[in-house]
T-cell receptor, first 109, second 115 residues
Framework: DAKTTQPPSMDCAEGRAANLPCNHS???????VYWYRQIHSQGPQYIIH???NNETNEMASLIITEDRKSSTLILPHATLRDTAVYYC??????????FGAGTILRVKS | GAGVSQSPSNKVTEKGKDVELRCDPI?????LYWYRQRLGQGLEFLIY????????KSGLPSDRFSAERTGESVSTLTIQRTQQEDSAVYLC?????????????FGSGTRLTVV
């Protein structure tokens, strides 16, 4: 499994875009990049995933570099409810996902 | 049901007792996963079931831990002779393997406290 590096914590002002980086330089060609988040005392929640192309859904956008060695999750207008631990996980679709330490995002008013 | 259901939501047990945790996945989801999360720590993979294939048990921490799944339905995680270090939230997730859009859906977990 590819190793990931994420900053341990980040702050973001409410209403601003939150940009969460992830380095996954050892990712293999057919591994997806998944993003999950875990709000306090809840189970993790799927956000988005991608392989090569940038992706967007109702929650977030995922920007993957052309060499696929890093990606950025973008929450376009962060709210206080987006305060959570955000996990970047490379993995093969259908195989188990290995969760690292993630990034604690604190959205502040 | 609409989501992954886990029971009980909370369990307090005495050291040395056996406990059984239950997970009801989303109907039709072929893959089911168990994770453990100790207080203030990340998720630790335990075991993975995919259809009728042999489960991936590589994350089970000791032979006191076992899990079963009948077909593509309910799974039970059993911890025998519980120890205080087993105290954690046990999370179950399921996924529809052919569906590339939604990833895993997690349940709310069972909080196990061994006293």
């Amino acid at each position: 499994d590819a190793k990931t590096t994420q900053p341990p914590s980040m702050d973001c002002a409410e209403g601003r875009a939150a940009n969460l980086p992830c380095n996954h330089s050892t990712i293999s060609g057919n591994e997806y990049v998944y993003w999950y988040r875990q709000i306090h005392s809840q189970g993790p929640q799927y956000i988005i995933h991608g392989l090569k192309n940038n992706e967007t859904n109702e929650m977030a956008s995922l920007i993957i570099t052309e060499d696929r060695k890093s990606s950025t999750l973008i929450l376009p207008h962060a709210t206080l409810r987006d305060t959570a631990v955000y996990y970047c996980l490379p993995g093969f679709y259908g195989n188990k996902l290995v969760f690292g330490a993630g990034t604690i995002l604190r959205v502040k008013s | 049901g609409a989501g992954v259901s886990q029971s009980p939501s909370n369990k307090v047990t005495e050291k040395g007792k056996d406990v059984e945790l239950r997970c009801d996945p989303i109907s039709g989801h072929t893959a089911l996963y168990w994770y453990r999360q100790r207080l203030g720590q990340g998720l630790e993979f335990l075991i993975y079931f995919q259809g009728n294939s042999a489960p991936d048990k590589s994350g089970l921490p000791s032979d006191r831990f076992s899990a079963e799944r009948t077909g593509e339905s309910v799974s039970t995680l059993t911890i025998q002779r519980t120890q205080q270090e087993d105290s954690a939230v046990y999370l179950c997730a399921s996924s529809l393997r052919q569906d590339a859009n939604y990833g895993y859906t997690f349940g709310s977990g069972t909080r196990l406290t061994v006293v």
